[in-house]
C-alpha cells in the first residue's frame, strides 16, 4: 500500500528491491508548465493542476523503480516550468521564506494554484459540465473541455460521459443514452462512441453545419 516518506511530500508505492539510483532531473519525462490559458476567459486557470499532477506521476515513478532519493522539492519543481511561472518562484522565495521559515512545497503550490489555478468553485464546474456545445467548437473539442472540467474536479471519466450524454445535444440525448454503457469498465471508449455519433449526426464544424462535416485524426 502506498505510504508518505521523507523522500516525498506525497505516498508512492513501495520501490523494487534494488540498488537505489541517484537522482537524475535529466532522465525524468514530464512536459514543461507552460503557464498558458487554454480556454481564455473560462475561470479554468493556467493548467497548473494538471502540470502537478503529471510531475508527480514522474517522481514516483522513478522513486518507486529506482528508489531515488529527491529532496529538494520546491526548486526541482521550478526546473519544470518556462520562464514566466518560474519567475515567480525566483522573485518570491526569500520574501516566502522571511514570512514563513517553515516554508515548504505545500505552502509553494498554495502561492501557485492562487496565481495560476482554477478560479471556480466545484458547483461552479458542475455547471460547466451541464453546458451544451458552444458553436465555437467542434465536438473534438467540447469533449476535451469537458475532459478537463473532470480533472478539475478529480472525477471519473464517467462522469464526463454522463453529463456528454445528458447535455451536450438536448435533441439527441434520448439517442445517446441508449448508444452508451454507463457501467463499462473504461468510459473513455464510450465517450469516443459518443462524440462519433455526434459529429456523423449534427457535423463537427464549428457553426455546428451538416455540409462542413469535419474529420480529425486528433483523439481523446
Same mark, same amino acid.
Given at each position: 500500500?502506498?505510504?508518505?516518506?521523507?523522500?516525498?511530500?506525497?505516498?508512492?508505492?513501495?520501490?523494487?528491491?534494488?540498488?537505489?539510483?541517484?537522482?537524475? =532531473?535529466?532522465?525524468?519525462? *514530464? +512536459?514543461?508548465?507552460?503557464?498558458?490559458? %487554454?480556454?481564455? #476567459?473560462?475561470?479554468? #486557470?493556467?493548467?497548473?493542476?494538471?502540470?502537478?499532477?503529471?510531475?508527480?506521476?514522474? =517522481?514516483?515513478?522513478? =522513486?518507486? =523503480?529506482?528508489?531515488?532519493?529527491?529532496?529538494?522539492? !520546491?526548486?526541482?519543481?521550478?526546473?519544470?516550468?518556462?520562464?514566466?511561472?518560474?519567475? !515567480?518562484?525566483?522573485?518570491?522565495?526569500?520574501?516566502?521564506?522571511?514570512?514563513?521559515?517553515?516554508?515548504?512545497?505545500?505552502? *509553494?503550490?498554495?502561492?501557485?494554484?492562487?496565481?495560476?489555478?482554477?478560479? $471556480?468553485?466545484?458547483?461552479?464546474?458542475?455547471?460547466?459540465?451541464?453546458?451544451?456545445?458552444?458553436?465555437?467548437?467542434?465536438?473534438?473539442?467540447?469533449?476535451?473541455? !469537458? /475532459? +478537463? @472540467? #473532470?480533472?478539475? $474536479? &478529480?472525477?471519473?471519466?464517467?462522469?464526463? !460521459?454522463?453529463?456528454?450524454?445528458?447535455?451536450?445535444?438536448?435533441?439527441?440525448?434520448?439517442? /445517446?443514452? @441508449?448508444?452508451?454503457?454507463?457501467?463499462?469498465?473504461?468510459?473513455?471508449? +464510450?465517450?469516443?462512441?459518443?462524440?462519433?455519433?455526434? *459529429?456523423?449526426?449534427?457535423?463537427?464544424?464549428?457553426? &455546428?453545419?451538416?455540409?462542413?462535416?469535419?474529420?480529425?485524426?486528433? %483523439?481523446?
Amino acid at each position: 500500500m502506498p505510504t508518505a516518506s521523507p523522500r516525498t511530500p506525497y505516498p508512492v508505492a513501495p520501490a523494487f528491491q534494488m540498488a537505489p539510483r541517484p537522482p537524475n =532531473i535529466k532522465a525524468l519525462v *514530464c +512536459e514543461r508548465f507552460d503557464a498558458k490559458e %487554454r480556454y481564455p #476567459g473560462q475561470g479554468l #486557470g493556467f493548467g497548473f493542476e494538471d502540470f502537478e499532477r503529471r510531475w508527480k506521476h514522474a =517522481i514516483e515513478t522513478d =522513486i518507486t =523503480i529506482y528508489g531515488s532519493n529527491w529532496t529538494d522539492f !520546491l526548486k526541482m519543481m521550478v526546473k519544470f516550468m518556462a520562464a514566466r511561472p518560474a519567475k !515567480l518562484f525566483h522573485d518570491n522565495y526569500e520574501s516566502w521564506k522571511l514570512e514563513n521559515p517553515t516554508f515548504s512545497y505545500k505552502d *509553494c503550490r498554495q502561492k501557485y494554484l492562487k496565481q495560476y489555478g482554477c478560479r $471556480l468553485s466545484g458547483p461552479e464546474l458542475v455547471d460547466r459540465l451541464r453546458e451544451p456545445k458552444k458553436k465555437n467548437f467542434t465536438w473534438l473539442d467540447y469533449a476535451e473541455y !469537458l /475532459l +478537463e @472540467v #473532470g480533472r478539475l $474536479l &478529480n472525477a471519473d471519466d464517467r462522469l464526463v !460521459l454522463e453529463t456528454f450524454a445528458l447535455y451536450a445535444c438536448p435533441e439527441e440525448k434520448s439517442t /445517446l443514452l @441508449v448508444l452508451v454503457n454507463f457501467n463499462a469498465t473504461n468510459p473513455r471508449p +464510450e465517450l469516443e462512441k459518443a462524440l462519433e455519433f455526434s *459529429c456523423r449526426v449534427k457535423g463537427d464544424s464549428v457553426l &455546428n453545419d451538416k455540409s462542413h462535416n469535419v474529420s480529425s485524426n486528433r %483523439r481523446l
